[in-house]
């Protein structure tokens, strides 16, 4: 009999360590399994991981060999940065002649705030790099040793066209046995300032990560496991560890990569609101077109060159705590339960909720007394909760995970309401609706930010208390909403399905073919050594005409497999349905009209009449479907056509023509998108005709004459 190939997730939370065994065809989740996060054990979080490695491969038999893929998301570096548990960092910034001059101060950032009163201290030292040489760079280092850094960072004006006086700091420095990383590996954008300190705080958490990555690697090949290990990255993705051991900086924020990650491989969401509810925070981001939204993360409140999920983090959540001021609930949250260490009062046996009393205290030292719990007459203490204000008011399905004990909490609450002088279902509602409000104030403006139709995005619901808060927010909000299966372990999920993926960002003003093939050779190397399957890999490349920068992000997969992930294509009846919803127009106009690969355009005629109903204006409204019914491109005024390759010349040619915009100033070539096989192809940031052609032909090189693609235009 054939074995079953398996992929394994760890993910590293605050409180708990979550592990998900997965098959690897039918992405059935075969195990599950939480233990305490091993923070204060003398190996930390790595004794965790292996603990709960051995445990779920012996609970169902899996031997070493079958692990196709094996991978774990971090917290790490997040909370090494807010605790300010960060190495020290030396810098050597050079330059020459004028460029030396700005060179000097823009290398320099000075100790850098990472959170109120958390610092990270840097010593700066400035080397004129005409001439250099080793001795001075040797010198150089040993300075800022003596002073007291633990890290090196060489950035230098320019290094991102030749990074041969940063490659030989490096070397110089791991030479003397001191960890070295230089600005040019962490981006490849012009802008001294903003790239040292993206590399400054990479360096800082090298140390650390270093110890982990070491420790879990060995582990890993203890248990005679032979798939390398991979990390979660910020984007969603994964990289093997070795890649790790230069950039940690991409595991920050990682955690909240992988919980979306997860509900996007389950649910088939088109425009959504992830929402993963833990115990103390949500961590709120925003699905559109079927895609995570992403942006430049900040760290001290500067941006870096770092891209991440585009996270939103509230306190609010299962156990978040209620606070009552002169006889009034005033607030929920930002302390939880746990932070008090109570237990929550719905999760406790009824009959130890005897004559409850509210009593006031103060979670953390510094916090005002104003958060209540309750204490009863046999000495038992319960946290009041916002899981226990849901339970009561019947938003927990039967069997979820935040279902409690809703007799012990009505008891609990009887004390509580009593205080406040409204009954208990009065008083959970006033909770409820003061958590709704704070976290909807985050959700408008997301949906404010990214454009979202409010009746066509739906809420989704992650994490153990998912239900406590979304069914209720969805309900009062008139907006849908839907629990992600396999809610708890959601994020873990996400760990074992991710791909691998990498993202090359150059500064270039009108990029040429040369330009484009060498940014795609380089991120297909790149991602080759990040542990991608070269067969595997897909490139996307991107032009910001307006910021001049070049990019190209690569994804790919561990071992030969496709993301599909197996389910049926869903009937075409049903996706007319969707997508006349997604443009708002009626369902009886809108019809399909071309069908290539694994995509469908539906399209509909609206006609608005002005001028006394004299002048008819038509708008083609599109909406493209991929074959699981996810909307991944929706948009008003669009013109399309269905062309095979061999129709590049002519045809197509043709139809950019007519959807060009000719002034006396210029041509305005209109934004482009072509669907093709599995690929969907975004060419909004063309300047060109000759740009946008030269692009397709490189990405298309691989297509038969015969082949068919769907090519979408609008202004």
């Known amino acids: 009999m054939e074995r079953r190939k398996v992929r394994v997730g760890i993910d590293v939370g605050g409180t708990f360590t979550d592990a998900a065994v997965i098959d690897n065809e039918t992405f059935e989740v075969i195990e599950k399994m939480k233990i305490p996060t091993t923070h204060h054990d003398e190996d930390g979080v790595a004794k965790g991981i292996v603990q709960i490695l051995n445990q779920i491969l012996e609970s169902r038999g899996i031997l070493p060999e079958d692990v196709a893929f094996i991978a774990h998301g971090t917290t790490q570096a997040t909370n090494a940065l807010l605790e300010g548990d960060v190495a020290r960092v030396g810098i050597i910034g050079m330059g020459s002649g004028l460029d030396g001059i ?49 890290v090196i960072v060489a ?75 991979m990390i979660m990255r910020c984007d969603g993705g994964v990289m093997s560890i070795d890649e790790v051991r230069k950039r940690p900086i991409l595991t920050m924020l990682s955690g909240l990569a992988a919980g979306v990650a997860g509900a996007l491989m389950y ?14 925070s949500v961590d709120i981001s925003v699905i559109k ?37 002169d006889g009034k609930i005033t607030d929920v949250g930002p302390r939880s339960a746990h932070i008090a260490g109570k237990e929550y009062e719905s999760f406790a046996p009824s ?60 008891k609990a609450w009887e004390a509580l309401a009593s205080h406040v002088g409204l009954t ?46 979304i069914p209720a927010m969805a309900e009062r909000e008139n907006m849908k909403c839907k629990i992600a299966s396999n809610a708890p372990y959601i994020s873990t999920i996400g760990v074992a399905l991710a791909m691998v993926k990498e993202q090359l960002e150059r500064t270039i003003v009108n ?12 991120i297909v190397e790149r991602i080759v050594k990040s542990g991608a399957n070269e067969d595997t890999v897909e490139v996307t490349i991107e032009i910001d005409s307006q910021k001049n920068i070049l990019r190209a992000v690569a994804t790919g997969s561990t071992e030969l497999r496709s993301k599909d992930l197996g389910q049926d294509a869903m009937a075409e009846a049903d996706m007319r349905v969707i997508a006349a919803k997604s443009v708002d127009q009626p369902l009886e106009s809108t019809k399909l009209a071309a069908q290539t690969g694994r995509w469908s355009l539906f399209s509909s005629e609206s006609v608005k009449k002005s001028f006394f109903g004299l002048l008819k204006k038509r708008s083609t409204y599109a909406s493209v479907l991929d074959r699981e019914g996810v909307v991944r491109f929706k948009k008003g005024n669009v013109h399309f056509t269905k062309i095979a390759k061999s129709q590049f010349g002519g045809e197509l040619s043709h139809f950019l023509d007519e959807n060009t915009i000719y002034s006396d ?36 090189e691989m297509l038969a004459a015969g082949d068919e693609l769907i090519v979408v235009a609008y202004q």
């Open 665 to 700: 100033a210029n041509a305005t070539l209109p934004k482009v998108f072509v669907f093709y096989k599995e690929k969907m192809l975004d060419l909004t940031g063309m300047q060109t005709k000759e740009q946008l052609m030269s692009i397709l032909e490189i990405e298309t």
């Open 511 to 522: 990029p040429t073919e040369d330009d484009i093939k060498r940014i795609r050779a380089d």
């Open 102 to 150: 700005s060179a000097r101060s823009e290398s320099n950032p000075g100790d850098i705030e990472l959170a109120p009163g958390k610092f990270l201290k840097t010593y700066h030292t400035y080397l004129d790099s005409k001439d250099l040489k080793e001795e001075q760079i040797a010198a150089a280092i040993d300075e800022l040793s003596k002073q007291g850094a633990e």
């Open 424 to 469: 208990v279902e009065e008083a959970a509602r006033q909770v409820m609706n003061i958590a709704i409000d704070k976290t909807m104030k985050t959700v408008n403006e997301m949906i404010e930010d990214y454009e979202l139709d409010r009746s066509f995005t739906t809420l989704v619901g992650g994490g153990g208390s998912g239900t406590v808060l």
């Open 155 to 229: 950035s230098e004006a320019y290094s991102v066209d030749d990074p041969t006086n940063e490659l030989r700091v490096v070397e110089i420095a791991n030479r003397k046995g001191i960890y070295a990383t230089g600005g040019h590996e962490i981006s490849q954008l012009y802008g001294l300032k903003t790239r040292t300190r993206t590399a400054v705080v990479n360096a800082s958490l090298i140390p650390k990560m270093m110890e982990t990555a070491n420790m879990t690697e060995k582990s890993v090949k203890n248990a005679s496991i032979q798939s390398q290990l």
């Open 351 to 410: 009959d130890q909720i005897v004559n409850p009393k509210v009593k006031f205290l103060s979670p953390r030292e510094g916090d005002p007394q104003e958060y209540i719990i309750c204490e009863c007459e046999n000495g038992q203490e319960y946290s009041y909760t916002l899981a226990g204000a849901a339970n009561i008011l019947g938003y927990i399905p039967e069997g979820d995970y935040a279902q409690g004990n809703t007799e012990a909490a009505i």
């Open 267 to 280: 649910e088939k969401i088109s425009d959504g609101i992830f929402f993963e509810v833990g115990g103390t």
């Open 289 to 325: 077109n079927g895609k995570v939204m992403i942006k430049n993360a900040q760290v001290g409140g500067h941006r870096t060159y770092l891209q991440s999920l585009d996270v939103r983090t509230l306190g609010i959540a299962g156990g978040s705590m209620i606070k009552v001021v």
